[in-house]
Each structure stands twice: as structure tokens, then as C-alpha cells.
């Protein structure tokens, strides 16, 4: 973060006379105390403890200056009315003064695997720097904006929505120039009420999107009244704009063609929404001129963020698709759907664990119900059900399927069978299995999959 004491107050509007203070070169910003280093900036935010209450340690641990809502005595201060507003200023101000091009992804689903691939792909021919983890809020996409690198040219920033207005500032923070919308789910119903709801704040990602800006959305009539009418707007599927030809699945990758590229592209992951996730990267990367050489290349050699849908080995040998990180109706059927056209291993089964999606309001026992669709005897040999919402789905199940291939276990306010569930499903894996483990991340699904791992 190339910025001046004097230069960080003159933007953010300090209220104090900040010229009393030498005007210093800022290393960095930071909101943890403990991650202060010598010449950073302090953002005292407030959180479960007030950040007000570290200043000093902040300042013992070598920063030059903070940020306040109060006076401080005896260090380098600057005076706001709300830190975190000063913050978000101050990012989008240092956007506009590095001049970076901003690509900004939202989505119910494959925000995240969809940010990595336009990041892998750029990286190939630009200075590139993306969101790490999922600082993809308020907090995290400022952050990711005062820590690029000085020599980033293109950034690729991933937006997050808990509520409606969410992605609507942090697209004015970030002004992207290219905006991604990848699927609008029913992820974090409960606070939006419906699915109407739930596009419009993914389409408020427009509100930043500069005025020779591009839109990449999907084709779902759902988002449609949100178009904005004097933006270049792109639509992927099929007979849109573009689209996906040709695809092949197998365990461990895909291939497909699309209309804007000559080849066949090459992907070492599985499931055909990570195609969709692809075709969507390589219109970006074909937007900013990458050639599609770099493209193929850098899909072959693609590396995605840990815990998202991935292949792992049990101990026992059998074969664990572990999707434990976030889920939702759209995303749990999407998985099943390639899990079932997976073909099974010599003398092996398939095995599924479903557990409860969180977060999907009044309607939740309805759209946990939904997935029945997505579930055949035909392809799936058990299954394995574990919360309380989903409750429902496993009586329909068990309508469904020969007796003794669907098994519940409960997680409600009087009782949680998790230990009950990892016993069953260590007991009845076998070596030349495939199980998949799908749900919320709260639903500690990740907990099993290392346990399978290393039992």
C-alpha cells in the first residue's frame, strides 16, 4: 500500500488537524493488532470487542498511525466518524488511483471456483491479484484491495451477500469493469425471503460496473428485470451469447468446446457446473486479450481454492467426493447429478451424505424435499441423511429405495447422532467405494471426510 499519512486523511475526511503528525509512508493496513507490523495503519473496527481497545498493543507492535473514532493520546491519528466507512473509502480511492482493472464475480454458486479460474487465467499474461480465502465482504474486499501488490494489474475481486445492499457497496467500492453474475440459488433465503430477492442483490452488482462495462450473466429469466438497459450485457447457455459443446465428464476431469474457442478445453476437476464455471473464466480472459493458447495451458494446470468439490482417498481405499464448504438445493442437485454419471468402480457402490442447508428460511423443509429428484436407486446404492430439516427428504427417500439403503441420523436442539453418523458410514464403507459428502458448511462434513481419510 503505497499511500501517505497525510494523503489517507485528505480522503477519508479526517476530522482532526492531521498536519500535527509527520507525513510518513504506510506499509500496510491492518484490523488485527496481532498482524501489525513496523509502519503498518491501524483500523480499529468493531466486532465482538471494540478494536478501539488495541490501539496501544497496535502501536507497541510497531504501526505508525490509526485510524479512530476517538481521540488518542500521544500517537498519530486519524479522526473518522466510522472507521470501516474510512476503510471502504480509502480502498475504492486507491483503486481508482492505481488504475487496476477490476473483474468482480458474484453467485450463489462457483463464485469462489469461478474468481480462481479468471484469476489463473489472467495471471498468465498480467500482474494478477484475487481475493484470498473468503474475504469477500465488507471487511474482506477492502482488505484484498489495500493488500494487492503494487505492480497488479488486473483484480479480481469475489463479492459475498448476506443481505440486500451487500453486493451493491461493494461494487461501488471496487467500480469493476468487468462484472460476473455465475447462478442465482436460494443460498441465504432465510434473509431474503425469496429467490426474486436473491437476484436482485446479485444484480446490484451493476451498480459499480463502469459505463463502457461489461455484464456476464446467466441465462435465467429470474434476473432479467434487473438488466441494466445501457450496459454491454453478455448471457451464457444455451443458444445465448455462449455456450458449451461437446462436454465429457469423467471422475476426476472434463473436457468440452464452446463457441468462441477453437478447442476443446481441458479441466482436472470434475462436474459440468465447473464447466459453465470455465466457459465463463475464458470469455474473460479472451475480453482482456489472454491468448487461448494461455487459456488451454492454464486450465490444465488449474489449482482451486482448498474444500471446495474435490476428489480424496479414504484410508481404506475407497474414493470420497467431499462438497462440504456451502450448500444449497441448486448445488446439492447439481452435485448429485454428476455423482450419479460418474460410472461406479469395479465391484464397487455409491454412497451419498446429505446433510441439512442452512440459511433457507420458511420454505426450508420444501426445498430440502426438492432433492428427491436428484436421487435414483438406480445410480445411488445408500444413502445416508443427517440433520433436521432434511428429515423429510429421507422419508421420501426410504419411500424410494429398497429397504436398508436409507439411514437418518438426527442433529436437533435435544439430540446429535454425528458420532453415530461417522460409525455408520466407517462400518459400511468398503475399498472399492464412492461416496459423496454434501452439506452445510456448520454441518461439520469435513469432519468425516478427514476421519474416512485417516481410518
Not at 14 to 38: W, Y
Amino acid at each position: 500500500m503505497k499511500l501517505r499519512l497525510h494523503e489517507v486523511a485528505k480522503v477519508v475526511g479526517a476530522k482532526n488537524d492531521i498536519t500535527e503528525f509527520e507525513d510518513v509512508d504506510l506499509s500496510q493496513i491492518e484490523f488485527d493488532s496481532r498482524k501489525i507490523t513496523v509502519g503498518d495503519l491501524f483500523l480499529p473496527l468493531k466486532g465482538a470487542r471494540d478494536g478501539h481497545d488495541f490501539i496501544e498493543i497496535a502501536f507497541e507492535n510497531g504501526a505508525l498511525a490509526t485510524f479512530s473514532e476517538k481521540v488518542v493520546e500521544g500517537h498519530p491519528y486519524i479522526l473518522v466518524d466510522d472507521c470501516l466507512t474510512a476503510f471502504q473509502t480509502l480502498a475504492s480511492y486507491y483503486i481508482e488511483r492505481s488504475r487496476v482493472d477490476v473483474i468482480a464475480v458474484t453467485g450463489s454458486n462457483g463464485k469462489t471456483t469461478t474468481k480462481d479460474m479468471i484469476a489463473q487465467l489472467l495471471a498468465t499474461t498480467y500482474n494478477t491479484y484475487k481475493t484470498q480465502g473468503n474475504y469477500n465482504n465488507e471487511i474482506g474486499l477492502p482488505y484484498t484491495v489495500l493488500h494487492m501488490p503494487d505492480n497488479t494489474e488486473k483484480l479480481v475481486l469475489e463479492m459475498g451477500q448476506d443481505h440486500l445492499g451487500d453486493i451493491k457497496l461493494l461494487s461501488e467500492i471496487a467500480r469493476p469493469h468487468i462484472g460476473v453474475v455465475t447462478l442465482v440459488a436460494e443460498a441465504h433465503l432465510e434473509f431474503f425471503g425469496s429467490r426474486d430477492k436473491i437476484a436482485e442483490g446479485k444484480m446490484q452488482i451493476t451498480d459499480g460496473i463502469d459505463s463502457d462495462g461489461i455484464l456476464i450473466a446467466p441465462a435465467d429469466v429470474i434476473i432479467n428485470p434487473y438488466l441494466p438497459e445501457n450496459q454491454t450485457t453478455i448471457r451464457f447457455g444455451a443458444d445465448e451469447d455462449i455456450f458449451i459443446t461437446e462436454l465429457q465428464e469423467a471422475k476426476e476431469s472434463l473436457s468440452f468446446k464452446t463457441n468462441f474457442l477453437e478447442e476443446s478445453v481441458f479441466l482436472p476437476i470434475t462436474g459440468k457446473y465447473n464447466a459453465t464455471n470455465a466457459m465463463v473464466a475464458a470469455y474473460v480472459a479472451k475480453l482482456l486479450m489472454v491468448t487461448d493458447q494461455d487459456i488451454y495451458q492454464a486450465f490444465r494446470n488449474l489449482e482451486l481454492t482448498k474444500n471446495r468439490t474435490e476428489w480424496k482417498k479414504a484410508a481404506n481405499g475407497a474414493d470420497i467426493l467431499s462438497d462440504v464448504y456451502n450448500a444449497n438445493p441448486t448445488a446439492m442437485k447439481l452435485i448429485l447429478e454428476t455423482f450419479s454419471s460418474i460410472p461406479k468402480n469395479e465391484g464397487g457402490r455409491k454412497l451419498a451424505v446429505l446433510a441439512d442447508m442452512k440459511e433457507l428460511g420458511d420454505a426450508s423443509i420444501a426445498l430440502h424435499e426438492s432433492v428427491i429428484e436428484s436421487l435414483s436407486p438406480e445410480s445411488l446404492d445408500m444413502l445416508f441423511f443427517y440433520g433436521d430439516d432434511i428429515r423429510s427428504l429421507s422419508d421420501l427417500a426410504i419411500e424410494k429405495f429398497p429397504e436398508n439403503q436409507v439411514f437418518f441420523f438426527e442433529k436437533s436442539a435435544d439430540k446429535d447422532d454425528f458420532e453415530a453418523l461417522s460409525e455408520a458410514i466407517l462400518d459400511n464403507l468398503e475399498k472399492n467405494d464412492q461416496i459423496l459428502l454434501k452439506g452445510s458448511n456448520s454441518m461439520k462434513l469435513a469432519n468425516i471426510v478427514a476421519s474416512l481419510e485417516t481410518n
